[in-house]
Structures are given as structure tokens and as C-alpha cells.
């Protein structure tokens, strides 16, 4: 089971960047495929971003060529670097790690402005 903490949300201006970042606990961080998922006020939770453990990646169509997702085996990390974000991109950002049982994190706020 994984312990996540995100970090590195804010408030920024659309065309503005931020990069959010996921720290995990455990040793079982290398084998676990990672997720980052957003939530929206009034709306349901939806996927982001993915990573396999092999560090295959994919994205949701609407933050592909804007987003990207990576993670730092050796720093138990998981990382979502944003760019050109829109004021559609503000809401809430979960990470999420699946390793048999789901874990997430407590999420973190990303306002954009326009």
C-alpha cells in the first residue's frame, strides 16, 4: 500500500505553467502504475494522466501536448508538469498509485485564471 502526498499547486494565469509533484511511501513505488486524476467543482473526477511502472505514459485528449507526466523511481516521485494551462484546467488534482488496492492522495488545489 502506498502513502501519497501532492504538492506544487497554486494559483497562475492562463499560459502559465506548474509543476505538481507526488510523493510516495513504501517500496513498492517501481512496480505501481501512476494516475494523476482531477476533480472540477460540480463535476466528476476524471483521469489526467497515466504512467505503466515501465514509464509508459498517456494523457486524457484534452492536456495532450500540454501536460506531461513522469515519475523519479529513485525519489519514490511521481511528477504532472503543466504548461499552456487554461482556466479550464482549474479543480482539484489527485495522484493515485494501483498496486493490486488503489491509493490516493489528499489532492491539490490548481487555479487558473484568465
Known amino acids: 500500500q502506498l502513502q501519497l502526498v501532492e504538492s506544487g499547486g497554486g494559483l497562475v494565469q492562463a499560459g502559465g505553467s506548474l509543476r505538481l509533484s507526488c510523493a510516495a511511501s513504501?517500496?513498492?513505488?517501481?512496480?505501481?502504475?501512476m494516475y494523476w486524476y482531477r476533480q472540477a467543482p460540480g463535476k466528476e473526477r476524471e483521469l489526467v494522466a497515466s504512467?505503466?511502472?515501465?514509464?509508459?505514459?498517456n494523457y486524457d485528449d484534452s492536456v495532450k501536448g500540454r501536460f506531461t507526466i513522469s515519475r523519479d523511481n529513485a525519489k519514490n516521485t511521481l511528477y504532472l508538469q503543466m504548461n499552456s494551462l487554461k482556466p479550464d484546467d482549474t479543480a482539484v488534482y489527485y495522484c493515485?498509485?494501483?498496486?493490486?488496492?488503489?491509493?490516493w492522495g489528499q489532492g491539490t488545489q490548481v487555479t487558473v485564471s484568465s
Open positions: 504512467i505503466s511502472s515501465a514509464g509508459s505514459a
Open positions: 513504501g517500496r513498492n513505488f517501481r512496480i505501481a502504475a
Open positions: 493515485a498509485g494501483h498496486i493490486i488496492r488503489w491509493s
